[in-house]
């Protein structure tokens, strides 16, 4: 059942939300539908296929709920009228329900964080309160946020469609950085014991595929697909047989998938014509500079610093330019490294941010700072939920 619940949920909503036009009772039909399977599943085994067997259920609650409230709307007109209500469209092109429902929730009525939230709580299948993790923000703040944005979009009338091309332009960043915040909501989890979660990794690509799809010709969505293709090829080697953490560092390359990084690597050459380039295209160089580098020591060092140069131009954000650091201080060595991360301690955005403790940490010991390096480690554990990357700080804190 959690199985179906991982790699399901999305589809299963998606389908059921073409029936209802209404979010909250789109997953409270789901809800019924997992409920029912809670049941029937022990009794007469687990079907073939889970999701058909969940879209059926749900959609069926769904078409009995809807069908109850237009009866009662011929019975009721002048009470119950909804000329906002729309039939399901006929948009057969359109690959995947989910792209329906992300375009939804990207909408631009939205504040970005309620875009954002509403996503990784419908589309992800993740719960209020690991939302609300997500966000450094209490439970209920993430609930009345959720339920604030359902609002809108039912009182909006938000139609429950992929926009037309015309309107594509305004939307697709958003779209964009969602798809991207699930990608690196997977490749690092933010909480559990597991280091990724495949699903929303599988999720994140599948996504990116059909927006390159659907816009063929935008160098974005090129560079976030061919980011996600050089970075998700390293999965196999980020852990060992026991689920520990393995630094790019030390990965067996051999592992990588080298097919995703041919095609990724042609996204990026591609992506990267558009003067002066965007923000996904130069991100995907960066993972094409680790990907095509034969060792940790043949990688290119500087040439990450001047890639991370031209997104802090095209992108300012305080993560990239701790990333910006990190690099120096492999170009130039843990002093410049250490330099470059003090430049950014009074960054507010970064004070519960564990990487750069965790970076820190590591120049220090390079340096042989043990006793500032061992207060780092403590401090970068504090401020880490994933098991794997505590299990990691733990050894490192232990071994210093």
């Not at 996503?119 to 959720?146: K, N, Q, S």
């Not at 037309?164 to 990608?183: C, G, Q, S």
């Not at 989890?189 to 690509?205: I, S, Y």
């Not at 030390?250 to 992506?271: F, M, N, P, Y």
């Amino acid at each position: 059942m959690a199985d179906a619940h991982r790699h399901e949920w999305a589809f299963v909503l998606a389908a059921t939300v073409r029936v209802t036009r209404d979010l909250d009772l789109a997953e409270e039909c789901v809800q019924d539908a997992y409920a029912r399977a809670l049941v029937k599943w022990p009794e007469d085994g687990v079907p073939r296929s889970p999701g058909g067997w969940l879209t059926t259920v749900a959609r069926n609650r769904a078409l009995d709920v809807v069908r109850r409230e237009s009866a009662l709307r011929r019975t009721l007109p002048l009470l119950l009228l909804d000329e906002t209500h729309e039939e399901p469209d006929d948009d057969g092109d359109i690959p995947d329900d989910r792209l329906r429902l992300i375009f939804t929730c990207c909408h631009p009525a939205l504040a970005v964080e309620a875009q954002v939230a509403l996503t990784l709580r419908l589309l992800c299948g993740l719960t209020t309160v690991e939302v609300a993790r997500a966000f450094l923000v209490a439970e209920p703040t993430m609930a009345a946020r959720i339920t604030r944005a359902k609002k809108k979009i039912a009182g909006a009338g938000i139609p429950y469609r992929v926009p037309p091309a015309a309107e594509l332009p305004a939307r697709i960043t958003a779209v964009l950085d969602v798809v991207h915040l699930l990608f690196t909501t997977g490749h690092t989890a933010p909480v559990g014991d597991e280091l990724l979660r495949a699903d929303l990794l599988e999720r994140a690509q599948d996504l990116a595929r059909m927006l390159h799809c659907l816009l063929p010709e935008s160098a974005e969505a090129a560079g976030l697909l061919a980011l996600i293709l050089l970075t998700d090829a390293r999965r196999a080697a980020r852990t060992d047989s026991a689920g520990r953490l393995v630094l790019l560092a030390d990965q067996d390359r051999t592992l990588w998938d080298h097919k995703a990084i041919e095609e990724g690597a042609g996204l990026v050459r591609w992506s990267l014509r558009t003067r002066p380039p965007g923000r996904y295209p130069l991100m995907a160089a960066i993972a094409a500079v680790h990907s095509e580098a034969a060792s940790e020591q043949e990688t290119d060092w500087r040439e990450l610093v001047a890639l991370y140069d031209l997104l802090m131009r095209t992108w300012p954000s305080p993560v990239v330019a701790l990333n910006r650091a990190v690099a120096v201080g492999f170009a130039e060595g843990p002093a410049a490294g250490l330099r470059a991360l003090d430049l950014l301690a009074g960054e507010p955005q970064l004070a519960s941010y564990g990487y750069l403790a965790a970076a820190r940490a590591d120049f220090l010991r390079r340096l042989g700072c043990r006793d500032r390096a061992r207060a780092a480690y403590e401090e970068a554990l504090l401020l880490t939920r994933n098991g794997a990357e505590r299990a990691f700080l733990t050894d490192r804190l232990n071994s210093t």
